[in-house]
Every structure is written in structure tokens, then in C-alpha cells.
């Protein structure tokens, strides 16, 4: 799909879905390529991860941000390659810490394998990420990724720590997510731009632009899970709700004074049926505050854009600029 | 305590312990510092994790091999708190696999805390480990350390695969064995001969010596699940059988024909009271097959303490050559 037809589609709701574009069939061979030394259980693991699927966002903006600086290179589709089973790992340890059975419409791996396969599978997808980064010298590549790993324990941790907390505040969510999700695409941006021997304000850029867009990403998301087509995003609705997982529409809401009572009893009695579950999604309707979390995102958006004014033109710079619109307007 | 009185110490059974060798005091000191910089619930399981001690005989193995070779040096101790921490994230993670609830007379992060900040706090301790080796440049130690890392991963799910499995063979024991223990204390003497810039030969060697060393490791905590004393193990009796991982004593006691039946009926009836349990003890020592067992600890000693024969005298070699010893005399 050129990106004159991707533009087209972001004037309506759209499925965020990379297909045709060339760097996702490079990343997808090399995943397949990488995983592909694995034995039994392990190999049956990796197949079932990588059929599941999943956008690679991620490698696509490692690729893209250092093909803005340059050209394309190993260490570039190396560090992307890492940067996806980073996150391939984390997902399956949070599929853990959740107790999700559920994911891209497929039995997650601790559903199939059970909790202590999929302690082992996501370890062994870390170990293989820090091989590759390792293996073939990529150090810059690294230290972004380590530092990106410890943060996204701590947000998942934090997270933890805070399930069903009514008190939780939107400053508290944003250091949430700013770890658990954020952190990851800001340190692909940072990665691409290292490896592609970008300038040191450069990189800082590329990282912001990451940083508000993994932001957006994560608010979308979070609405999604509370509005969204179950089938479409491939998990149960309202998931992160029935969880104790509060994010920015029930903090909003627990914040407005006619709903604080009724949400909160909500929560604390974890009262999660079908009726209850519609009724939330209207209350956010009714209130604004979908909208309200609509312009937060557009915030972050225009802040993410900003950051690439920097870039002369290119083919890398209309698909970086395009990203974050679809993110706005993904229904999965 | 001087080399002289552990060489004495070893002519009895010994509770292993480094306490008084300098290096264990750097260590820990550093292991401290690495950790300190965690907050909230990652602190309180870092400091959970740093006061139920360990015997740290893989930081040990790097310093010490690496001082074999040249001075000790911050690149030595770096590599020796990696280990350490990929050590520490290990147990952690398996002691969720295993269903642990109590690891060095104290309970395990998955018993204090439950599994989902088990699964974090064990990438935590990865990441930081990555971390300390990324930003110190240390590709040599990080090459031994992600492939040990994924054999690790691969020994722990071949394990999980063959539990109760009663037809598992002495040879596949060994595949396990190696993979899940012997592989990071080979990582250690590689990583700790290469940091100290010894010849390719000799980082052969140095790895055979930590091999050896694992496996001798590994058998004798097999031996001691089944016979030692749980107040001393720090974990309760018999923990490994329970949960149906046969070891070497129990594949050859399948393997004798006046005990098979008698013993694949009580692995696959689950039937492990404590008069079963000191049956299984008793049978074991009656069949000679103990004895076995540490006559194959004692090849393995053997081939370790060889592998050194190139090293020049030093206080380190005089360590490197008690300390397989220490293995075969433990109780802990």
C-alpha cells in the first residue's frame, strides 16, 4: 500500500495493519529466521507467537526512523528485530501477570502452556533479543533497550501495585504508561536514530516523537478496552476494568463528582456484569470524557508530529508523520 | 578464612560458605549498590531477595578465574554482578515454575508476593543485569551470558516437559542438568578468562572447569533433595521428587528391576508421604545407588580440577581446586 492510499484510509476508523509495506516482510523473515533454531516446546511457543500476529509497530519505527537518517542496514533490522521479541516477551509475561487467557484472538501462551512455560517462553524470547543485540555489536541499540526493559517492569509493577485503587490519579497513569508503553517506542526511535548515526539533537527528537506517540498508542488502547470491538482488538471487553486496571476514561470519571460514587462502588465491589459494562461506556459518552481523552491524544499527536519537522522529506518521513493519525483512528 | 583452613574444613561434610573471602564483601557491596536505585515493591523484592543471601559461588567463579589470569579489575566485578543477578532472576522465575513457596529458609518473591510481581521482579534483575554489562561495554561477558541465558530457559522447559515422566533417561538427565545449571558456571569461568584477557585454549579450559563444576553442583543438590537435611537446605525435603522431577538417583533406581515397579508406582500415583519418602532414601542407599552418585560427582571433581592444571600456582588456583571439593562435601 503506497502512502498516498495510507493517508486515504485515515480519513475514516481504520484496522491498523502494515501489510504490503516491504520493511514488514523483511522483519517478519528475520523473526521467523531467529526463532527458527528453537526445539519443542519452545519452537511450538515461537510458532504460535509469531502466527498470532501482532502490528510490529515497533521494528517498522526502529526501520523508518533510522531510514529518515540513512540507509538501510543489518544493524538496523537487527535492532528492529530485537526491539519485537522485547516486546513479544513482555506480552507474554503480562499475559501472566493478568491472568489473560486471551490474545489477538488466540489462547495466550500461559492459556495453552500454563503460567511456568510461559515464564521460561518469555525469558527465552529476552535472551534472544539481547543475543542478537550482543552477537552482533549493536551496543547503542542495547543500552536503549535495558533501559527501556527496567522502566516497562516498573510500569507493569506500578500497575500492580495500584489495581483498584480509586484514588489512583491521571499523574499516577501517566507514569504508567509513560513505562509500560511509552518507554518501548521511545527507545525504537532512539535505537533507529543511534544506529542510522544520527546527531545527538536528532536523537532526542526521534525519541520524543516515540515517547508521544507510544503515549497515544496507550490511551487509545485504554479506550478501545473500554469502547472497542471485542473481536476487533482480539480480547474480551473491558479487560484492563475487570482487572483493577484503571486507566484515564475511569479516572476521569471517578474524578466527576455526580459519577465518583456510583464508578467507585463499581470498582470496589467489582460488579463487572454485561449491563454494568454498557452502562460505563455510556457514562464516558455521556460525560465527555471520551472526547476529552480524544484531545489528549490529538495532544500528543501534534507534539509527536513537531518533533519531525527537523527531517527533510521522504517516503520515511510521510510514513513516520502518517503513523500517528492511524494510531487516532485504529479500532484494534 | 585462609585456603589453608578451608582445605581443612573440607576433610568432613561442610556447609558451604565464603563468608571472610574478600572478593564475596566487593560483591555484595556491589550487588547492593546495583539494586539500591529500585523503589516500591522492585526495592522491597530486591532487598527480599539480597538478605536471604546465597552462596555466590558464580561471582566467586568469575573473580576468581579472572584473577587467575591477571589483576582484578572493574570489568572482573561488573561481569561477576551480572552473573550474579542472571542467578538471581533465574530463581526467582523458577521458583514460580516449580510452585516454591519458600527458597533459603525464607519465602520465595512468588510466595510473599504472588506470581504477577514474581514474573517482573525476576525481568528486573535481567534487565539490570543487561544493563550493568551494556553500559560497561562488557560484549564479551554479554556473548557467554545471553547464550547461557537461553540454554537456561531451554533446560528449565525440557524439565517442565518430562516431569513424571518415568521413562527419562540418564542421558537426557544430563541434557537438563547442563542446561539449566552447569551452562551458567561455565559462562562464568569463559566470561571471567575472557575479561582478564587469557588465550583461547585457556578460556576452553577455564569453561570445561565450570561445566564440571555444574554438573558436580547440580548432582550433589540431587543427591540432597532426596537425603539432606531441609532445616540446612533452606527448602523442604524432597521438593524436586514431589514435584516430579526424577533425578539422577531416581532414574537409576527406575532403572534397577527389583525397584522399578515399586518406584514408578509411586511416581505416578503421587503417592509422597513421609514414610514414602524415607523409603525412597533408604532403597536408595540399600541399591548402592548413593554411592553411584557420588562416584560420578567425584569424575566430575576430577576433570574440573584438571582442566586447571595449566594455571600457574596462585592463592586463586588453590581456590578454584578447594572449591570443587567444597561440592562433594556440602550439606547445603
Known sequence: ???????????????????????????ELQLIEVLSDSKGTV????????SAGGKRIRPLLVMHIGMAFGENSDELINTAVAAELIHMASLVHDDIV????????????????????AVLGGDYLFAKAFAIMSQNGLNNSMNFMVEAIQRMCYGEI?????????????EKYYEKITCKTATLLEACCGAGAVVAGAREI???LASEYGLNLGLAFQITDDILDLTG???????PKCEDLKNGILTLPIIKLLENQDYHNWIENIIEDRQFNDE???MVGLALMQTGIINECYETIRFHIEKAKNCLDFLPDSMCKDFLLSLPEMVYKRIN
Not at 491472568?99 to 512455560?117: A, D, L, T, V
Open 202 to 204: 536528532e536523537i532526542k
Open 1 to 27: 500500500m503506497s502512502v498516498i492510499e495510507k493517508q486515504k484510509n485515515i480519513s475514516r476508523p481504520i484496522k491498523l495493519d502494515f501489510k504490503g509495506i516491504p520493511e514488514l516482510e523483511l522483519i
Open 276 to 278: 454494568i459494562i454498557d
Open 229 to 235: 470491538i471485542a473481536s476487533v482488538m482480539g480480547k
Open 43 to 50: 519452537r511450538d511457543m515461537c510458532s504460535h507467537i509469531l
Open 98 to 117: 493478568d491472568e489473560s487467557g486471551i490474545r489477538r484472538n488466540k489462547q495466550s501462551i500461559n492459556g495453552k502452556w500454563g503460567n511456568n512455560f
Open 158 to 170: 506500578l500497575q500492580a501495585e495500584d489495581r483498584y485503587n480509586t484514588e489512583c490519579t491521571t
